[in-house]
T-cell receptor, first 112, second 113 residues
Framework: DVKVTQSSRYLVKRTGEKVFLECVQD?????MFWYRQDPGLGLRLIYF???????EKGDIPEGYSVSREKKERFSLILESASTNQTSMYLC???????????FGPGTRLTVL | GESVGLHLPTLSVQEGDNSIINCAYSNSASDYFIWYKQESGKGPQFIIDIRSNMDKRQGQRVTVLLNKTVKHLSLQIAATQPGDSAVYFC????????????FGKGTHLIIQP
């Protein structure tokens, strides 16, 4: 069974804090993705990575950065959290063909 | 810009009836489509996929239909059960590859007893 895990289910941070969201997959997938999910807007791609130390901007990368030091781990970083980054963050992984993506359970981040 | 969307935000059906969830897409270069199911408090889960060289694909109680002429995708769920209550998303990958999925906004399927 493919498993994608995220470090926290719920997180509360203050404006200006640096926030790390961690994602780990155990299926040796090359591709990993970070999305945010907001009511009425669906899932939007923030960043993705198709190899270690590689990263590509998605549709809404502003205010975020990522790190892929190991194949199984993809981190999303909010350098200075803001209230408009309150959201559900979903990590996903897939094989290089880019077909089915397997999702983690999500991290609900609240920025006060 | 290109977009993938769903026609209805909420669909309510009687338990045991068939459900049809629709999706329109605008990127004619998309060659791969997926339906995901997201239950409350969980991440999206794969249900069924279809490639652009097909117009129908069947799974267990689910069927996906693809009409490339009008860029329309639908998910049919047979004999709907309470466990089918969830938000359903269609997603597309333009031309395949690792560029991430473009998701529709989702349809919330509610099963009435």
């Amino acid at each position: 069974d493919v498993k994608v895990t995220q470090s926290s289910r719920y997180l509360v941070k203050r404006t200006g804090e640096k926030v790390f969201l961690e994602c780990v997959q155990d299926m040796d997938h090359e591709n990993m993705f970070w999305y945010r999910q907001d009511p009425g807007l669906g899932l939007r791609l923030i960043y993705f990575s198709y190899d270690v130390k590689m990263k590509e901007k998605g549709d809404i990368p502003e205010g975020y950065s990522v790190s892929r030091e190991k194949k199984e781990r993809f981190s999303l970083i909010l350098e200075s959290a803001s209230t408009n980054q309150t959201s559900m963050y979903l990590c996903a992984s897939s094989h290089p063909t880019g077909d089915e993506q397997f999702f983690g359970p999500g991290t609900r981040l609240t920025v006060l | 810009g290109e977009s993938v969307g769903l026609h209805l935000p909420t669909l309510s059906v009687q338990e045991g009836d068939n459900s049809i969830i629709n999706c329109a897409y605008s990127n004619s270069a998309s060659d791969y489509f997926i339906w995901y199911k997201q239950e409350s408090g969980k991440g999206p889960q794969f249900i069924i996929d279809i490639r652009s060289n097909m117009d129908k694909r069947q799974g267990q109680r689910v069927t996906v239909l693809l009409n490339k002429t009008v860029k329309h995708l639908s998910l049919q769920i047979a004999a709907t059960q309470p466990g089918d209550s969830a938000v359903y998303f269609c997603a597309e990958i333009p031309g395949g590859g690792a560029d991430g999925l473009t998701f529709g906004k989702g349809t919330h399927l509610i099963i009435q007893p």
